[in-house]
């Protein structure tokens, strides 16, 4: 089976897979923290407890946002760098409880980082891929930077290369972001961070509005003192200089084009009740959240059929001749709404997390426009409807029903992530409709279901919208998409619903039609079923096993989630000891989403042996278990260090233990390797390109024992046809402390594909009293894979 690579986001670079995000009601705390207070919780709980977050050494983090629930339940948003280097994807959030636990996180990274940072292409090979990217007229090409790409979940070595200039239409500005795998040279994303449309006064689309403007002297200005200065002017169908708009008094336009200040109502109106609606319906201050107002530029350039985001101001063109000004009040409020998304989550504009930007620009357009209730554009769910860039009269996009466009998705599919954005949005676009309006005949159109999927009964825009900017605000990271299962909880489906748990309850009517209205549109999930009681736990262990002399003690993280409905008290035990051996707790009890430590003390007298010990978490809802490992050596004489010497065997707490090449180690049963045992195993190779994958641990094998067993679970698949070449290999290795290879154990290959698991085994005594490292190394040529997926390893001394 060919490996299942996530597809690499070509936006790449604005600044990481938990289980799951778990955000819960809490009860009111007795004050709620400042941003400043939740952050340094924060700051804590990841130093406790960097496996949340996937963290790895060399990384540092930076917090940039946190916002405060009045429950005094906070959300703190972080950017992360490895060795120095920033990491797109790794950004994440740590959601905390009143009390100060933690309570889940956002995360898109799929494991921890492990990769080099030389790059074997250098910079200057970057930026030449940069120019020849690049199309229309370049001006300058920036210094490459050297960052980690991880917006599949896993990381990668990467150059960015900012190439500027003016696109083929000699109007349109450009910053044309391109990455290059700074391993193998090649190409792989590029985004434009200029985001476009192409997709009392009277203005040509509004009819006749109030709009604020400022009196200087004896003339009126479009200057808005009542939405942060936000000026309008008028670019004179040129690219550089705008002059601001004046009247002598202050009634402005006449709603015709030909009048240069009709426009600039549209415009300015537009920016006002855009500010209005994420001020008043969202309580975020203004487009940039600190009450400034956005410029607006209109008559930009000759013939411009576009309108666009710069990451400051707002410019609109006049249309084909002139003539149809893009100034229309959904399309004012898509663009702005642009900067609303890359400052909360940063949604880069490429792939599935392009579509998911756009959505929220299409989305949150028609709120303004239903918002603002204009005299000559009332709210509907149509895109661009007034600006006729078609020629034809109809829309650029209909939310209701995407593909009526002829290039959007009404239903996710496998393709979905290869669309331009503006056409990937439709699976956004076409689930949000459902989850206001519901499925079928609807006073704005039709909307279809997609495939068997049921009906849905819509719960109005005003939830609608406050789930989706829930979402946007607090969960979604840079590379959040519709389905990933590289990092399955990092996607639009799991957190709406965690939005709807937080604003409506766990199991609501708005819980349940948010996952109805994801199933319309093809987008499925792990999510888990509504229970009766609505409220239930997790309880897990890191490590899972652990290795003591007699009289010795072990200890392990017990760490609980809260997964459905609100957090509860759980209380620990222990059962399975072994005779003289006591378990203790601390605390004895937490509430779910934080920790406790499980201290194992043995006797001298305890018996020597493997023990599997059974962690019970006890709640209101119920019990959860999970078991521990306990391997008791003797203290002298003979063998001395008995028991299975390697940590996390079966890979179920990750890379603990492992040094490997990235993406080795993970949960890949629903990418077609299922493990021998557990949800964990490693997968070495399987791309179909030269490739060379590493999985190794280092192993203290004690002396006087008469038996040194390592052995392992190995599954091998291949597209491979030949019955007599070797293409593609897997060398299984002892090396000595300086990595010098001692010997070669046994050497498996493409010849060697078969169904199922089969165990091997070899005798390590030769090694008796040394630390060594056993080491697995597979290559793969340019072509056609083959996997070497290892599970349940063990070295049992005896």
């Known amino acids: 089976m060919k490996r299942t690579v996530a597809a690499v986001s070509a936006a790449l670079l604005t600044s990481g897979v938990l289980a799951c995000v778990t955000t819960t009601a809490q009860a009111a705390a007795p004050s709620a923290p400042s941003p400043e207070s939740a952050a340094a919780r924060a700051d804590s709980l990841i130093r406790t407890n960097p496996g949340a977050v996937q963290g790895a050494g060399g990384e540092a983090y930076r917090a940039v946002r946190t916002k405060v629930d009045p429950s005094g339940a906070a959300h703190t948003r972080y950017t992360r760098t490895y060795q120095g280097l920033r990491v797109y994807g790794g950004d994440f959030v740590v959601h905390t409880a009143p009390n100060g636990t933690m309570t889940g996180t956002s995360v898109g990274l799929s494991a921890p980082l492990t990769l080099g940072t030389t790059a074997k292409v250098g910079a200057a090979a970057a930026k030449a891929s940069a120019r020849k990217a690049f199309t229309g007229s370049l001006t300058s090409v920036g210094a490459p930077e050297l960052f980690v790409d991880a917006s599949s979940g896993k990381g990668r070595l990467a150059w960015e290369t900012v190439a500027s200039g003016w696109k083929a239409d000699k109007q349109t500005p450009s910053k044309l972001h391109v990455v290059t795998d700074a391993t193998t040279g090649k190409v792989i994303g590029s985004y434009d961070e200029i985001e476009s449309v192409v997709g009392s006064g009277q203005g040509i689309y509004t009819g006749t509005v109030s709009i604020d403007t400022t009196l200087s002297g004896s003339t009126y200005q479009m200057i808005d003192p009542s939405h942060g200065n936000g000026r309008t002017c008028d670019m004179n169908n040129g690219t550089s200089t705008c002059t601001t708009f004046t009247d002598a008094d202050n009634a402005w336009g006449n709603g015709a084009t030909s009048n240069r200040q009709s426009a600039a ?93 756009e959505a929220t620009s299409d989305i949150f357009g028609n709120m303004v426009e239903f918002y603002a209730a204009a005299p000559s554009d009332p709210g509907d769910y149509q895109v661009g409807e007034k600006i006729n860039i078609n020629g034809n009269g109809t829309p650029l ?5 995407p593909s009526l466009d002829g290039s959007s998705d009404s239903c996710w599919s496998t393709s979905t992530k290869n669309k331009d954005v503006h056409y990937s949005s439709g699976v956004g ?28 009964t819509g719960i109005g825009r005003a ?70 009681t609505g409220n239930d736990f997790s309880v897990s262990l890191s490590p899972t096993a652990g290795s003591v002399t007699q009289g010795g003690s072990a200890s392990t993280t017990v760490a609980t989630a809260t997964t459905s409905g609100t957090a509860q008290t759980v209380t620990f035990s222990a059962s399975g000891l072994p005779t003289g051996a006591t378990a203790s ?35 209101t809802s119920g019990t959860k278990t999970a078991t521990y490992s306990l391997t008791v050596t003797g203290t002298g004489g003979g063998c001395t260090g008995a028991g299975q010497k390697l940590g996390n065997p079966g890979f179920e707490s990750g890379n603990t233990g492992w040094t490997t090449t990235s993406g080795v180690i993970g949960q890949y049963g629903s990418q077609g390797q299922p493990t021998h045992g557990g949800t964990w195993n490693a997968w070495l190779n399987g791309y179909g390109s030269t490739r060379t994958d590493t999985l190794a641990q280092s192993v203290s094998l004690p002396s006087g024992c008469s038996t040194y067993n390592f052995s392992f679970w190995l599954h091998i698949d291949s597209a491979e046809s030949t019955s007599t070449v070797q ?23 493409n010849l060697n594909k078969a169904t199922g698991y089969t165990q091997r085994s070899f005798s390590l005594a030769a090694y008796a009293g040394q630390t060594v490292t056993l080491k697995f190394t597979g290559t793969e040529d340019a072509s056609l894979q083959t996997s070497f997926v290892v599970d349940d390893t063990a070295v049992n001394v005896s």
């Not at 500010?275 to 319906?281: A, I, R």
């Not at 996009?397 to 029903?401: A, K, T």
């Not at 707790?585 to 406790?596: K, L, M, N």
Request: proline share 3%; net charge neutral; hydrophobic share 30%.
């Open 265 to 357: 109502v549209d415009a300015h109106f537009g920016a006002a009740k855009t500010f209005d609606y994420y001020k008043n319906v969202h309580g975020r201050n203004g487009i940039f959240g600190n009450g400034q107002g956005v410029p607006s530029r209109v008559h930009y350039g000759n013939n411009y059929v576009n309108a666009f985001w710069d990451g400051s101001q707002m410019t609109y063109g006049d249309g084909s001749s002139n003539s149809r000004p893009l100034v229309s009040l959904d399309v004012a409020g898509h663009e702005m709404s642009h900067g609303v998304t890359e400052a909360l989550s940063g949604l880069v504009y490429s792939g599935e997390s392009g579509g998911l930007n």
């Open 727 to 749: 293409y593609d290999k897997l060398n299984v290795q002892v090396l000595n402390s300086s990595g010098t290879v001692l010997a070669t154990l046994a050497t498996y290959s």
């Open 585 to 619: 707790f601390s605390p004895a009890s937490v509430t779910s989403g934080a920790s406790s430590t499980l201290t194992i003390a043995t006797s001298a007298s305890t018996p020597t042996g493997t023990y599997s010990v059974t962690v019970t978490g006890s709640a």
């Open 429 to 456: 676009n076409h689930f949000f409709f459902n989850l206001a309006e519901g499925t079928g005949a609807t006073s704005y159109g039709t909307s279809p279901v997609c495939g068997s999927a049921p009906a849905v």
């Open 397 to 401: 996009r209909y939310m209701y029903n």
């Open 463 to 532: 939830k609608a919208e406050k789930i989706w900017y829930r979402a946007l605000d607090v969960y979604f990271t840079s590379n959040t998409s519709y389905v990933n299962t590289t990092t399955p909880s990092n996607t639009a489906r799991a957190y709406t619903l965690r939005a709807a748990t937080d604003l409506y309850g766990n199991c609501s009517t708005e819980y349940k039609t948010v996952q109805a209205a994801w199933t319309a549109v093809n987008v499925a999930g792990n999510d888990a079923p509504c229970s009766s």
